[in-house]
């Protein structure tokens, strides 16, 4: 819980009712000496209730894919995961909803670049 002593409200900055599992699998292959790649789907299992003020969703389910090639002394490493992110409710207090968040999701990207020398 984060709770900062100056923050106005009569609830905390964050909370959590109780604890989350994720769960991620995924499979990768190497296609050749030099290049690899891997898919991964995610889940998160919705809790209920209110979600937190900076952290408003309630579970999610992703899939992702990832690859790496290697020449030389030189490594490219990159991915894209699509999250769903679960539909939530937060509250000021009082268990009154003040917002609801439906319909999001994410798109992540990487990229990472490596010389050895």
């Known amino acids: 819980m984060i709770d900062p002593a100056n923050y106005p409200l009569t609830t905390p900055l964050v909370s959590y009712d109780g604890d989350y599992t994720t769960y991620s699998l995924g499979v ?18 919705p809790m209920g209730g209110f979600a937190s003020n900076p952290g408003p969703s309630d579970g999610f389910r992703s899939v992702g894919l990832s690859a790496s090639y290697n020449f030389d ?3 490219i490493s990159g991915g894209i995961r699509y999250v769903d992110v679960g539909d939530s409710e937060v509250t000021l207090g009082g268990g ?4 609801s968040f439906t319909d999001n999701h994410v798109v992540a990207l990487g990229l990472k670049i490596g010389y050895t020398f």
């Open 28 to 45: 990768g292959r190497k296609f050749s000496k030099n290049f690899s790649a891997a898919i991964l789907v995610g889940y998160e299992e």
């Open 96 to 99: 009154i909803p003040s917002a």
């Open 73 to 75: 002394d030189i490594k």
